[in-house]
T-cell receptor, first 118, second 114 residues
Framework: DQQVKQNSPSLSVQEGRISILNCDYT??????FLWYKKYPAEGPTFLISISSIKDKNEDGRFTVFLNKSAKHLSLHIVPSQPGDSAVYFCAASATNNAGGTSYGKLTFGQGTILTVHP | EAQVTQNPRYLITVTGKKLTVTCSQN?????MSWYRQDPGLGLRQIYYSMNVEVTDKGDVPEGYKVSRKEKRNFPLILESPSPNQTSLYFCASSPLTGWDQPQHFGDGTRLSIL
């Protein structure tokens, strides 16, 4: 049972344009969401996060949007750069210890390979 | 330099031969965790630890053991490895102040079980 899903295995965009990566979740107890970026032969690195009390969080070129009613979040990268080419993972956690899950447990999606062409 | 160090980076071994993957962090983090990455499945959490002597199961704990006797170390033990445990493994650590303090990941250990 995949509780966090990234339905697009890959995304290709032109340098300077917007990249939009999507993530859906099924567990309504999730209340904190994170995005990680991963280059080949390296561990994931944290990009940006959002708690369920917000619907948007910005950090430079990266913005995460959360739609709780649709159980959907998205990561926008504007403008996209060739160095952004990597695998992007969304992740979710239930931090309030309810519903059989516990703080400390983190569920990731399958990942989306982003390629930004010069 | 703040880092999470995993050893070995690569290992090819045979079914049933016990192995341990070590993980060490130098940031005095309370929280540590193990993940495996498989094609089409993303990262899946195996075990995590909130502090010394406190461990809990993630989503895929079967076939694995962990221990947290010291704050800096969190070894992953495969008592009787099987081919379905062939995977890329990552260890991570973070302060226990919330997910707004991001996890630092090691560079991974690629295990092949023949």
């Amino acid at each position: 049972d995949q509780q966090v899903k990234q339905n697009s295995p890959s995304l290709s965009v032109q340098e300077g344009r917007i990249s939009i990566l999507n993530c859906d979740y099924t567990n309504s107890m999730f209340d904190y969401f994170l995005w990680y970026k991963k280059y080949p032969a390296e561990g994931p690195t944290f990009l940006i996060s959002i708690s369920s009390i917000k619907d948007k969080n910005e950090d430079g070129r990266f913005t995460v949007f959360l739609n709780k009613s649709a159980k959907h979040l998205s990561l926008h990268i504007v403008p996209s750069q060739p160095g952004d080419s990597a695998v992007y993972f969304c992740a979710a956690s239930a931090t309030n210890n309810a519903g059989g899950t516990s703080y400390g447990k983190l569920t990731f999606g399958q990942g989306t390979i982003l390629t930004v062409h010069p | 330099e703040a880092q999470v160090t995993q050893n070995p980076r690569y290992l090819i071994t045979v079914t049933g031969k016990k192995l341990t993957v070590t993980c060490s962090q130098n940031m005095n983090h309370e929280y540590m965790s193990w993940y495996r990455q498989d094609p089409g499945l993303g990262l899946r959490q195996i075990y995590y630890s909130m502090n010394v002597e406190v461990t809990d199961k993630g989503d895929v704990p079967e076939g694995y053991k962990v221990s947290r006797k010291e704050k800096r170390n969190f070894p992953l033990i495969l008592e009787s490895p099987s081919p379905n445990q062939t995977s890329l493994y990552f260890c991570a650590s973070s302060p226990l102040t919330g997910w707004d303090q991001p996890q630092h990941f090691g560079d991974g250990t690629r295990l092949s079980i023949l």
